[in-house]
Structures are given as C-alpha cells and as structure tokens.
C-alpha cells in the first residue's frame, strides 16, 4: 500500500551548458549527501534540476557555495510497491480528489520486493496526500 508525506525538494537553477548534471550530483556527494530522486530540464537557457536528498540542508550549502540558486519547498512524497499498476492506482486517487498536478518524477529499481518513490508538485499538497492516503 502507498505511503504519502509532506516532504522538501531542492530546486536548483543553473546555466544550462555540457556537463551540468557532473557537476550538480558532484557537489551533492561531495556534501555527503545522497540524491534518492532528481528531475532536470532547460528551460530559457536555464537548467533546472529538481533534487530530494537524505539531506538537503547539507546539499543546498554546497550548491550555493559554488554560484547555484537553490530553493527548498513542499512537494508529496510517495512510496509505493514497485510493481505493475501501482502508479495509476495513485493517480486515480488524485484524479477522484480533484487536484491537478504540477508535476510528478520518480525512481525505481524495477526489482523484485522493492519500493518505488514518487515526487508530486501541486497547490494542494495536503489534500494529494489525504487523497493517497485515504
């Protein structure tokens, strides 16, 4: 059965240029602090990278240390089965509480016994996570 949380996310903007992912997950584990799940994209000559660590406090130090703008904010976290069906099962949840989504990544190991974690951004991050909590 799923699990939803409050939790915090990094948003970390950069110049978008060769080598930035390198760079960005290099200062996170150079800060000792692991990445369970990240989103990245350009957008207007701009990378942007969405990062939840096991310690952000640790990782938004040393990005910011070296010129990145970084922002700490709300966003549902999810654990859930790592198996068929398990996705939308969630979705249909949120679909039937009415909230629409900013965006949703995730990670998975696609192994056997195992959990997945899924990242959702929306205005309503309370009711996403009533929703899948139920």
């Known amino acids: 059965m799923a699990k939803a949380s409050i939790a915090k996310q990094l948003t970390v903007e950069t110049k978008n240029k060769v080598g930035m992912l390198a760079e960005v997950a290099g200062v996170i584990a150079a800060a000792g602090?692991?990445?369970?799940?990240?989103?990245?994209?350009?957008?207007?000559?701009?990378?942007?990278?969405?990062?939840?660590?096991?310690?952000?406090?640790?990782a938004k130090?040393?990005?910011?240390?070296?010129?990145?703008?970084v922002k700490e904010e709300d966003i549902v976290s999810v654990m859930l089965e790592d198996k068929v069906g398990q996705a939308q099962a969630i979705a249909e949840k949120i679909k039937a509480a009415g909230v629409d989504?900013?965006?949703i990544y995730?990670?998975?190991?696609?192994?056997?016994?195992?959990?997945?974690?899924?990242?959702?951004?929306?205005?309503?991050?309370i009711k996403v996570v009533s929703a899948i909590n139920g």
Do not use: P, W
């Not at 130090?61 to 703008?69: A, I, R, V, Y």
């Not at 696609?110 to 974690?117: P, V």
């Open 33 to 58: 602090a692991n990445i369970m799940a990240i989103c990245a994209y350009h957008k207007e000559g701009k990378a942007c990278f969405y990062v939840l660590t096991n310690n952000n406090a640790k």
């Open 61 to 69: 130090k040393s990005l910011e240390q070296k010129g990145h703008t």
């Open 101 to 103: 989504l900013s965006y």
């Open 106 to 125: 995730g990670s998975t190991c696609g192994c056997a016994d195992t959990q997945a974690l899924l990242v959702i951004g929306s205005k309503e991050n």
